[in-house]
């Protein structure tokens, strides 16, 4: 994913949650959005229903205590 202000590439998670009676399940997640259509498109086939995508993009948090830069995925 890029981003349209700075122009640069951004690690991105692409996640496939499924909602039954309140409860979230995650059914798949990669970072590869050609990978995350392919398994959408072959889950649809299968179960006849679609599945929420969530798209997370990776954040840097800074670690006081440590005092370095980590990464993570909201």
């Known amino acids: 994913m890029i981003d349209l202000d700075t122009g640069e590439n951004i690690k991105t998670l692409y996640r496939f949650v499924e909602i ?4 979230r399940t995650e059914k ?21 229903e679609g599945l929420l995508l969530e798209i997370l993009p990776e954040k840097k948090v800074y670690d006081w205590k440590e005092k370095k830069v980590n990464f993570k995925y909201d």
């Open 20 to 23: 039954r009676g309140g409860k």
């Open 28 to 48: 798949f997640k990669t970072p590869d959005i050609k990978r995350a259509l392919k398994f959408h498109k072959w889950y649809v086939t299968r179960y006849k």
